[in-house]
């Protein structure tokens, strides 16, 4: 087994040679003259935005009988990433595992060529037949395994990896069970995706700046090969109001939450009601959060908290190219140091998050990732009851 330090190592060196095999899988079983398929062109695309993570898009050499055994009608796809070190074994890197959605043959030895996003569809196609009503009392990560489990079976596992208690009170759902999810999820600062290996996971969403996982700089054994930086306020805001809008009537009165650092570039003031004149140049910009799900002051307040930490501050996106390496995942923390803009200018680090990451299955591609910057350290912010 490599150690995950002996492989950043690795991966800057450049001393690697990756390659990607596909299996197909049936009812948990491998498809029979569909295992160690070897793409010839497409990616992998992990995103860090809600519902479905990860994308799988690839072309197969042409093969007898491989169309028709790769049909959309169940069958699973299972990608790995195989990482040879120089003087060492190979790394295995799961990939995900994704649902063939479509697939298309050009006739005349043409390859096969398929889109597969990962399991979340299968969620979204199970849409309720009737209205679904709240498991009352029951906690939302709770609540979220229940949804998974109808579309998916009783046996699929589920891994949660929050401490978050938050219960859910009682609501109805009427046709979107992945939409029920992503409520549910949001409300309690989660993400709920499908990983690597293709376990239903519920995560915290990440509130604050932490050790980078990846350094991606433009040094003598660095991997950067191109970067495009920009700066803009949009999607920003310094003021978080949390209402209840539950069917039975308001579960809290609204909770505001804001940016109360004076060194923030994005200060809200002491109080941005009572005394709103005491905002920075930034002025004051609220977020809205209306929810049907959460039932006390602490989980709004908490909730506040999560989205004011997202929010704040100044953004900063990056647009990345380089040397590809398997193990890089959205919402990863990167450092990126690009070159000197000129030979006496110091380099500035930045420090951004990984919102999308494309996976190259072609051997000859870059690996492009966009980022943005991480805001700014978690705060106890001000609040009013």
């Not at 043959?105 to 299968?122: C, M, N, Q």
């Amino acid at each position: 087994m490599t150690s995950p330090a002996l492989y950043q190592q690795a991966i800057r060196s450049g001393g690697v040679a990756i390659s990607y095999t596909v299996d197909a899988l049936f009812d948990g079983s491998p498809v029979a003259g569909a295992t160690d398929l070897r793409p010839v062109a497409g990616s992998i695309v992990d995103t860090a935005k809600p519902g479905v993570r990860r994308t799988l898009t690839c072309t197969f050499a042409p093969q007898p009988g491989l169309y028709d055994l790769l049909a959309p009608a169940g069958v699973l796809l299972r990608a790995t990433a195989n990482v040879r070190l120089t003087h060492r074994d190979t790394v295995t890197i799961p990939m995900g595992v994704f649902d063939v959605d479509r697939q298309s043959i050009s006739d005349g030895g043409g390859g096969v060529t398929l889109t597969a996003p990962d399991k979340w569809r299968r969620i979204q196609r199970a849409r309720f037949i009737q209205p679904y009503p709240s498991e009352k009392g029951n906690t939302v990560t709770g609540q979220i395994t229940l949804l998974i489990k109808g579309a998916l079976g009783m046996g699929e596992p589920v891994i949660t990896r929050t401490t978050n208690m938050t219960r859910v009170g009682a609501m109805t759902w009427e046709q979107d069970r992945d939409k029920a999810i992503l409520e549910l999820a949001e409300s309690i600062g989660c993400w709920v995706y499908f990983d690597r290996d293709g376990v239903a996971t519920i995560a915290d969403l990440p509130r604050s700046i932490r050790a980078a996982d990846w350094i991606v700089d433009a040094s003598a054994n660095g991997v950067l090969l191109s970067a495009e930086r920009s700066r803009s306020r949009e999607n920003t805001s310094n003021v978080v109001v949390v209402s209840s809008s539950a069917s039975e009537g308001e579960k809290f009165p609204p909770q505001i939450v804001w940016d109360d650092d004076p060194s923030s570039p994005t200060y809200a003031g002491t109080d941005p009601i009572m005394n709103p004149s005491s905002a920075g140049p930034f002025g004051l910009v609220p977020y809205y959060f209306d929810t049907p799900i959460l039932t006390t002051v602490e989980a709004a307040r908490r909730a506040g908290r999560t989205i004011l930490s997202r929010t704040r501050g100044l953004a900063s996106q990056v647009s990345l190219g380089q040397v590809p390496n398997p193990a890089v995942d959205a919402m990863d923390a990167l450092d990126v140091l690009p070159p000197r803009e000129r030979y006496d200018t110091p380099r500035v680090l930045e420090r951004h998050v990984a919102d999308t990451v494309t996976h190259p299955l072609a051997l000859d591609s870059p690996q492009n990732i966009e980022g943005r910057s991480t805001r700014t350290e978690d705060i106890e912010a001000g609040l009013t009851v």
